[in-house]
């Protein structure tokens, strides 16, 4: 199946088989490694992207659902000034351990604030229950979350 | 066999359902983990996958007269932040799966996944809600009770796409829903509750109990709810027991990894218990 999309503010254009997950297409295509395979069964949130501004796990999305939709990474979003922000404040709160989750947890937490910039914590709560972390326990990630939204990331 | 096709328009995909065996993929978060193959491998489908989440027919979501409709590639996000949807609805959906699948799943997903754990259908049982079924020459409407024959089948001919869902207006002072799982976030559910009732000068006017993941389909039972009808919330105490003895002969759960047959018919008979005596008997002037 022919499919065009728009990949970290590039269109793309691609010829795939139509059940082709979007997790795959970025990390064997493309070399995006940020978005990893935890579960595959989008449970753990550890290959999310933003579609469109919502996040969205990349190993249940065929690359058939995929046509002009607009994909960011987490190696794009990081780079712009809303994941500077986030990311900033993941690592003031220390809200990383061994980091296998954190693109993801970065990724639901752009989804959020894209919607939301000002949450409460049972709103961060929520918004995050689609990421699992196996080091930090989630305190330190809920307080990275309104760090960064007492930072503006969900106004720029 | 085509891999994949992406209609332009519903009267596109009501041709490929006619003329190809196709399989109607719109947000795809149950067919996905159901046709995968393991880490790094493509999902493995014996049919055409037909992508009918971006058709604009099926994006609408409006209210005619007081009937709710909702497009069947209408987001479960998009329904929790559309102001037309029942409170007590988007309190169902805010306690399904998380926000990253919400933004995929659709409605219609759910009711053609035909789970008894559905989590959307205790509600739509409860409201009497409807499907519409399309197909080139036919359009048939079924409520969801019908369609839904037993667990994973349900009427939907090969060549129809359902389209759209109809929810009727309902008016209720105590509404309660309780959904048991392992955790609150991403759990399926072991045994959930959904009662609906409405009252006035302490009389019962209309009564709906839904359970869901007790039986090979959703209970819901107009013959127990008519002993109730009518009746006045102080008299609820006096028939209990053989409310629930009516209930226990129509909960038939089954033992698998998330819960067992015991607990659960255990679980549902209080949860019906508290229903009809903690919430109802608050509405006594």
């Given amino acids: 199946m022919k499919i065009e999309f728009t990949l970290n503010g590039e269109k793309k254009h691609l010829d795939v088989h139509a059940a082709t997950r979007l997790l795959d297409v970025l990390r064997g295509h493309f070399g995006l490694i940020g978005v990893k395979e935890g579960c595959g069964e989008g449970e753990c949130g550890a290959c999310m992207v933003l579609i469109n501004g919502r996040a969205m796990n990349s190993c249940m999305i065929p690359m058939g659902n995929l046509e002009g939709k607009n994909v960011i990474t987490p190696e794009a979003f990081c780079q712009s000034e809303r994941g500077r922000i986030i990311e900033d404040a993941f690592m003031e709160a220390g809200a990383v351990q061994c980091g296998f989750c954190t693109p993801g947890f970065i990724m639901a937490t752009a989804s959020l604030l894209n919607a939301n910039p000002d949450p409460d914590e049972a709103q961060i709560r929520e918004a995050l229950s689609g990421n699992l972390c196996r080091c930090t326990g989630y305190t330190a990630i809920v307080r990275a979350v309104r760090i960064a939204a007492g930072k503006g990331a969900g106004a720029c | ?285």
């Fill in chain 2, 1 to 285: 066999m085509l891999d994949g096709y992406l209609p332009a328009k519903l009267s596109e995909a009501l041709d490929m359902m006619a003329e190809c065996d196709c399989i109607p993929f719109a947000g795809g978060t149950d067919l996905m983990v159901q046709h995968a193959r393991g880490s790094g491998v493509r999902p493995c489908f014996d049919k055409t996958l037909l992508f009918v989440s971006a058709l604009k027919e099926l994006k609408t979501f409006d209210l005619m007269g007081k009937t709710l409709r909702i497009g069947a590639a209408v987001t479960l996000s998009e329904l929790l932040e559309n102001a037309a949807t029942p409170q007590i609805f988007k309190e169902i959906l805010r306690q399904m799966a998380a926000a990253p699948t919400r933004h995929m799943a659709t409605l219609a997903g759910n009711i053609c996944n035909a789970s008894p754990a559905g989590d959307t259908l205790p509600y739509l049982y409860a409201m009497d809600a409807e499907v519409i079924l399309q197909s080139r020459n036919e359009t048939r409407v079924l409520p969801v009770a019908d369609f839904i024959t037993a667990p994973k089948r349900t009427q939907r001919k090969n060549d129809e796409l359902l389209t759209g869902i109809r929810i009727p207006a309902a008016e209720f002072n105590v509404e309660s829903y309780r959904k048991l799982g392992q955790r609150k976030g991403m759990s399926l559910t072991k045994a959930s509750f959904l009662g609906l009732a409405s009252t006035a000068n302490g009389r019962i006017e209309d009564i709906r109990i839904a359970l869901g993941s007790v039986a090979p389909h959703i209970v819901r039972s107009r013959k127990i709810e008519s002993k109730l009808t009518g009746k006045n919330i102080k008299d609820i105490p006096g028939i209990l027991q053989e409310l629930q003895k009516d209930y226990s002969a129509l909960i038939r759960p089954i033992d698998d990894a998330r819960s067992t047959a015991a607990y659960r018919k255990q679980v549902s008979l209080r949860l019906i218990r508290d229903f009809l005596i903690n919430c109802m008997l608050k509405k006594i002037p």
